[in-house]
């Protein structure tokens, strides 16, 4: 998938464009705290084709001065985007501001389109021809506030999408990313996984842009490691900002078919392992938790029963994933992570027959009466698994509305444990069918 960036002086109206592109899409599926709140990464849609949308207007570092921050913004711009979208104000002409982010946009050898906001009604168009100036060709009038003009903006930006090189993703192997907060110890894992006895390594140069994934055999099984922010310390100002890191996640997410969350033993779990772990099962990947540094727990049975316990407790939402706990340091119980990985991908694309999903899913109805709400039954007509990564089954019933979370709950866990969806989401929707 292509991604998308949006850059330009304070003011120009980036995050109201951002909405815009993004719609709908940004809804909040489940009440996670922090997880959707102040977005600066989403997908969008245009026409046929979705791409990720960066509003750099939100990475930010500390109090710099104006150009510095524009200079920060324009560079991870130019480093994440196949095609940058160039915002500047009908209102007011060309600033000095404009014509720093140009320059630093030229030398960048990525296609940039040059949108022109506050555009809202057809007179301004005409005086937007000053902005050719700019050097980036055709200026496209838009108004985020009116969300005029954006379809022509947007059919220039796909226009300059990448050919999708549709050999690039291996159906037969494991993507999966390493996330994390800094210094719970994501390089070390993978380092420790590539150092790994029995596994062969190598390093795919530019998969996408600067970064680089490694591919990984082991036990008949091809896995690719997703490069992640911190993974590979480049040393930028920005990348050491939290919102870079998160919006590394999400890309790397983006790309996944398992999510490695790690937590960090000795310090505990905090409120960003939250946020960061809030990603990935908003992203519908499958998630394997993993405890690192349990080399310095004394380890035994009681003392990982009570972290599973903290788990569990601080991630309800994500009860599907299994826990595993080492340490990358000593490589201590480092031999169960692939296995788990593996389970957990096989279980994301995982299909279940109709005929035995339907028998589950009666008999389960049959000794637990479906709920009535104002006087009125809710009747199951019948149930069948209609996609995979994640998994998503439909019940068709006679009333959807009477589906509220609770059954779903339940059709969910009968369906877990008739299946053993263990490591991935499943998502239960409502269909109406007299
Ligand atoms: P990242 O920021 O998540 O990539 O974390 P690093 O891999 O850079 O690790 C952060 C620190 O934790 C380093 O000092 C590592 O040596 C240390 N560390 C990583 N894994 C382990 C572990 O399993 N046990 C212990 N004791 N320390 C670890």
Do not use: C
């Not at 949308?53 to 524009?70: A, F, N």
């Amino acid at each position: 998938k292509a991604t998308v960036a949006i850059v330009g002086r304070p003011n120009v109206g980036k995050s109201t464009i951002f909405n815009r592109l993004v719609g709908e899409r940004i809804s909040i599926v489940e009440d996670i705290p922090g997880v959707t709140r102040d977005r600066i990464y989403a997908e969008a849609e245009w026409l046929t084709t979705r791409f990720n949308l960066i509003d750099t207007g939100g990475i930010e570092v500390g109090d710099e001065p104006l150009l510095v921050k524009m200079r920060q913004q324009a560079e991870v711009a130019i480093d994440e985007a196949d095609v940058i979208i160039f915002l500047v104000n009908g209102r007011e002409g060309i600033t000095a501001a404009d014509e720093e982010v140009a320059k630093l946009l030229y030398k960048s050898n990525k296609p940039v389109v040059l949108g022109v906001n506050k555009v809202d009604n057809p007179e301004m168009r005409e005086t937007i021809y000053e902005y050719y100036a700019l050097g980036f060709g055709e200026p496209f009038p838009i108004s985020g506030s009116h969300g005029l003009g954006l379809g022509d903006l947007l059919d220039e930006v796909v226009s300059h999408f990448p050919e999708l090189d549709m050999s690039e993703k291996d159906e037969d192997t494991i993507y999966f990313s390493v996330i994390g907060r800094p210094n719970v110890g994501k390089s070390s894992l993978v380092n420790a996984l590539l150092n790994e006895e029995r596994v062969i390594v190598s390093d795919i140069e530019g998969t996408t842009r600067d970064a680089v994934d490694t591919k990984l055999h082991r036990d008949n099984q091809d896995y690719v490691i997703i490069d992640t922010a911190g993974m590979r310390k480049r040393g930028k100002v920005y990348e050491t900002t939290e919102k870079y890191s998160v919006l590394r996640a999400l890309k790397a997410i983006d790309r996944s078919d398992v999510v490695l969350v790690l937590i960090d033993a000795e310090t505990g779990i905090r409120e960003q392992d939250k946020r960061i772990a809030g990603y990935a099962h908003e992203a519908g990947r499958a998630v394997v938790i993993v405890v690192n540094k349990w080399d310095t727990i004394t380890s035994n049975e009681k003392a990982m029963k009570e972290f599973e316990e903290q788990v569990r407790a601080h991630f309800q939402y994500l009860d599907y994933a299994p826990i595993v706990f080492l340490s990358a340091k000593t490589k201590k119980r480092l031999h169960t992570l692939l296995p788990a990985i593996q389970l957990a991908s096989e279980n994301h694309t995982k299909r279940v027959p109709t005929n035995v999903l339907n028998d589950v899913v009666m008999d389960a109805l049959a000794m637990n009466p479906t709920p009535t709400v104002k006087g009125k039954r809710l009747k199951v007509l019948y149930a069948t698994q209609v996609n995979v990564k994640p998994p998503r089954f439909v019940i068709f019933v006679n009333e959807p509305e009477l589906v509220h979370f609770s059954f779903a709950r339940f059709v969910e866990n009968r369906i877990r444990e008739a299946f053993g969806f263990v490591g991935t989401p499943i998502k239960i929707i409502a269909r109406k069918r007299q």
